[in-house]
């Protein structure tokens, strides 16, 4: 009998994994993917001598041994050697508060420091400080073992075990929004450094195991960047016997009798198959690949009700100098006020990139900025290419402005200009108005499950971050597991996945 064969839609973080898992049990695995190569959402590309990585930020997890660290050997990406542990998060510059602090490893410091700042704000910071310390072993990979349709009682009880000392973090004041909690801060610079610690809607104790996984050394940037992690996630599924087509859209799931049987590409060809996983963007892949008659109310309303990260732009510099005393990732709200770019929040996130690391020439540094910014203008706007064009470099004069503040003579030496919109996004990977982690991490969307299946729709499976509100790396790389998790126990068999088990 020859082998089963599994067609994925998407060669992004989740359907790289997907297929790479396929293999693994014994499945033909074809990946079709709208863009020219892989990745997805965690994209990387060149312009006159730079790379601009666009893609993770951190990598968590994967420095101490557990089931993290297998299950990136399982995928092909634990290459030793590439991986950095993380000293410091970031440094927070608030020029409005006359503020400077660095969030490093040694968080004692951070809080003594914050404390020198607010002796009043001590009680907070203290109770900020021991419950960073309960999520020290935090290992995301032991809490979601399994996709929802195969969690039971017992896995529950598992996973619950597994959190140790930052079990009681999940519940109470530490559940709740930072916009919230920030109002407990008596100094306002320290209230904005907390709001901004990750993003302002994110429950309290996303921010506390994000601090752990920095004080305990598990917290990683990649030396190659996002481009090398999804390399090495092509390398190992394409070394298994994958197939991936690239520049071919998927424009319909096929459907007999309530079954997926394959699907048909955007030129008319169809593809044949026992299984079909979509790992591309979720509103698409059910209100357009799929149809609206299959999908659940209660589905169709999370896709309605929960709130999505916000669009971002990227302004990436190319600066012909060497930038000296700054830490490589900075926070920071700029004195001026952008009337360009259509920005969300006040605070930037900024990226230095150096030449030790291919990102940018001798000599040079790459500066990237990350804005929050709105969706509705962007798309408006791309009727209009001239205004598009226009509105991008009123942004980027504007963002060289303030950085030429911060560090003057810099806006003199810049060489290289890109700007990636949500229009950006969209245009590259079909993500829902351009929200490149999907649903936010809010209290609410915590608490939500996504089932990777549609009830009445057979052989089909979901994978990627529109099934784990939040997103990020781990979380979907592990619902291409899933996937396959799910296929092999309709198929009877025994899921095989390396020395990782569940």
Same mark, same amino acid.
């Given at each position: 009998?020859? *082998? #089963?064969?599994?067609?994925?839609?998407?060669?992004?973080?989740?359907?790289?994994?997907?297929?790479?898992?396929?293999?693994?049990?014994?499945?033909?695995?074809?990946?079709?993917?709208?863009?020219?190569?892989?990745? =997805?959402?965690?994209?990387?590309?060149?312009?006159?001598?730079?790379?601009?990585?666009?893609?993770?930020?951190?990598?968590?997890?994967?420095?101490?041994?557990?089931?993290?660290?297998?299950?990136?050997?399982?995928? =092909? $990406?634990?290459?030793?050697?590439?991986?950095?542990?993380?000293?410091?998060?970031?440094?927070?510059?608030? !020029?409005?508060?006359?503020?400077?602090?660095?969030?490093?490893?040694?968080?004692?410091?951070?809080?003594?420091?914050?404390?020198?700042?607010?002796?009043?704000?001590?009680?907070?910071?203290?109770?900020?400080?021991?419950?960073?310390?309960?999520?020290?072993?935090?290992?995301?990979?032991?809490?979601? /073992?399994? !996709?929802?349709?195969?969690?039971?009682?017992?896995?529950?009880?598992? +996973?619950?075990?597994?959190? &140790?000392?930052?079990? @009681?973090?999940?519940?109470?004041?530490?559940?709740? !929004?930072?916009?919230?909690?920030?109002?407990?801060?008596?100094?306002?610079?320290?209230?904005?450094?907390?709001?901004?610690?990750?993003?302002?809607?994110?429950?309290?104790?996303?921010?506390?195991?994000?601090?752990?996984?920095? %004080?305990?050394?598990?917290?990683?940037?990649?030396?190659? =960047?996002?481009?090398?992690?999804?390399?090495?996630?092509?390398?190992?599924?394409?070394?298994?016997?994958?197939?991936?087509?690239?520049?071919?859209? $998927?424009?319909?799931?096929?459907?007999?009798?309530?079954?997926?049987?394959?699907?048909?590409?955007?030129?008319?060809?169809?593809?044949?198959?026992?299984?079909?996983?979509?790992?591309?963007?979720?509103?698409?892949?059910?209100?357009?690949?799929?149809?609206?008659?299959?999908?659940?109310?209660?589905?169709?309303?999370?896709?309605?009700?929960?709130?999505?990260? /916000?669009?971002?732009?990227?302004?990436?510099?190319?600066?012909?100098?060497?930038?000296?005393?700054?830490?490589?990732?900075?926070?920071?709200?700029? !004195?001026?006020?952008?009337?360009?770019?259509?920005?969300?929040?006040?605070?930037?996130?900024? #990226?230095?990139?150096? *030449?030790?690391?291919?990102?940018?020439?001798?000599?040079?540094?790459?500066?990237?900025?990350?804005?929050?910014? +709105?969706?509705?203008?962007?798309?408006?706007?791309?009727?209009?290419?001239?205004?598009?064009?226009?509105?991008?470099?009123?942004?980027?004069?504007?963002?060289?402005?303030?950085?030429?503040?911060?560090?003057?003579?810099?806006?003199?030496?810049?060489?290289?200009?890109?700007?990636?919109?949500?229009?950006?996004?969209?245009?590259?990977?079909?993500?829902?108005?351009?929200?490149?982690?999907?649903? /936010?991490?809010?209290?609410?969307?915590?608490?939500?499950?996504?089932?990777?299946?549609?009830?009445?729709?057979?052989?089909?499976?979901? /994978? &990627?971050? %529109?099934?784990?509100?939040?997103?990020?790396?781990?979380?979907?790389?592990?619902?291409?597991?899933?996937?396959?998790?799910?296929?092999?126990?309709?198929?009877?068999?025994?899921? @095989?996945?390396?020395?990782?088990?569940?």
């Amino acid at each position: 009998m020859p *082998p #089963r064969r599994v067609a994925i839609i998407g060669a992004g973080l989740s359907g790289l994994a997907a297929g790479i898992f396929a293999r693994l049990n014994g499945f033909e695995a074809t990946i079709f993917e709208h863009g020219a190569k892989p990745g =997805g959402v965690s994209s990387s590309w060149k312009r006159k001598g730079y790379l601009i990585d666009g893609g993770i930020h951190f990598y968590m997890g994967c420095l101490r041994s557990g089931p993290t660290r297998e299950f990136f050997r399982e995928l =092909g $990406v634990l290459q030793e050697e590439r991986y950095r542990p993380v000293t410091r998060y970031a440094r927070f510059l608030d !020029p409005a508060h006359g503020l400077r602090l660095d969030l490093t490893a040694d968080l004692d410091r951070f809080v003594e420091e914050a404390r020198a700042i607010s002796p009043r704000d001590a009680r907070f910071l203290n109770r900020f400080l021991a419950g960073a310390k309960a999520f020290a072993r935090t290992d995301l990979v032991s809490t979601m /073992a399994k !996709p929802p349709e195969l969690t039971t009682f017992l896995d529950s009880a598992k +996973a619950l075990c597994s959190l &140790g000392r930052s079990l @009681r973090y999940y519940s109470g004041r530490f559940a709740r !929004p930072m916009t919230e909690v920030v109002r407990e801060l008596d100094h306002p610079g320290l209230r904005e450094i907390f709001l901004h610690l990750f993003l302002p809607e994110v429950p309290y104790f996303f921010n506390l195991m994000l601090a752990g996984l920095l %004080w305990s050394n598990n917290l990683a940037v990649r030396t190659d =960047g996002s481009a090398g992690f999804n390399q090495a996630l092509e390398s190992r599924f394409i070394g298994l016997g994958g197939k991936i087509f690239y520049r071919s859209r $998927v424009e319909k799931i096929l459907i007999e009798n309530n079954r997926a049987v394959g699907v048909r590409l955007r030129n008319g060809l169809e593809e044949t198959a026992d299984y079909v996983v979509s790992a591309a963007d979720g509103r698409s892949t059910l209100f357009d690949l799929v149809g609206v008659e299959h999908v659940p109310p209660a589905l169709a309303t999370l896709y309605r009700d929960l709130e999505l990260f /916000a669009p971002v732009v990227l302004v990436n510099l190319g600066l012909d100098l060497e930038l000296s005393g700054l830490p490589g990732n900075l926070i920071f709200r700029p !004195p001026g006020r952008l009337s360009a770019g259509f920005p969300a929040r006040e605070w930037w996130f900024v #990226r230095l990139f150096g *030449p030790e690391r291919g990102f940018a020439p001798p000599g040079k540094i790459l500066v990237q900025v990350m804005i929050d910014s +709105a969706w509705e203008p962007w798309q408006k706007l791309r009727a209009d290419m001239a205004a598009y064009q226009a509105e991008k470099e009123r942004l980027a004069a504007q963002v060289i402005r303030e950085l030429d503040r911060l560090h003057p003579g810099l806006g003199e030496r810049v060489e290289m200009i890109d700007v990636a919109t949500p229009h950006t996004w969209w245009r590259y990977t079909l993500n829902q108005r351009g929200a490149y982690e999907g649903f /936010a991490i809010t209290p609410k969307s915590f608490r939500t499950k996504i089932k990777r299946t549609l009830p009445g729709l057979d052989n089909f499976v979901m /994978a &990627g971050q %529109w099934t784990v509100p939040g997103g990020g790396a781990v979380p979907s790389l592990l619902t291409g597991r899933h996937a396959l998790m799910l296929i092999c126990v309709k198929e009877g068999l025994i899921f @095989r996945g390396g020395r990782f088990s569940v």
